[in-house]
């Protein structure tokens, strides 16, 4: 697989889950909550829009991301993902929560 190979976003989110296993990275209480004020916190930074689109793709059930998007996130960051998507499948965060994220923070991202 290349760097510039585009895939699917549930093979991006296993790839997520790969990388943090290999680092300890604590969990997080409310990821959804941490990961819309790190990007408010930064919405020009690369990372706060590769975690927009982690958001919406969560929303939508779909997306493509390329390999080396794994690359923008910083690994304390990873670790709010990692968290998220635990309680994505656990069900304490669901699709429309992630869309109201998206709403909230896609005005911010778009304002720099």
């Known amino acids: 697989m290349t760097s510039d190979e585009l895939v699917s976003s549930i093979d991006f989110q296993d790839e997520m889950r790969r990388v943090a296993r290999s680092h300890w990275l604590p969990n997080v209480e409310d990821p959804l909550g941490k990961l819309v004020t790190i990007i408010e916190d930064g919405p020009a930074f690369a990372q706060s829009r590769l975690l927009i689109r982690i958001l919406d793709a969560l929303a939508q059930q779909q997306g493509a991301f390329r390999h080396a998007d794994i690359t923008l996130l910083a690994m304390d960051t990873l670790g709010v993902v990692n968290s998220l998507l ?3 499948a656990a069900g ?3 699709a429309e929560d992630c869309k109201r994220a998206v709403g909230r923070v896609r005005p911010v991202s778009n304002a720099d």
């Open 92 to 94: 304490r965060v669901t």
């Open 86 to 88: 635990d309680a994505y």
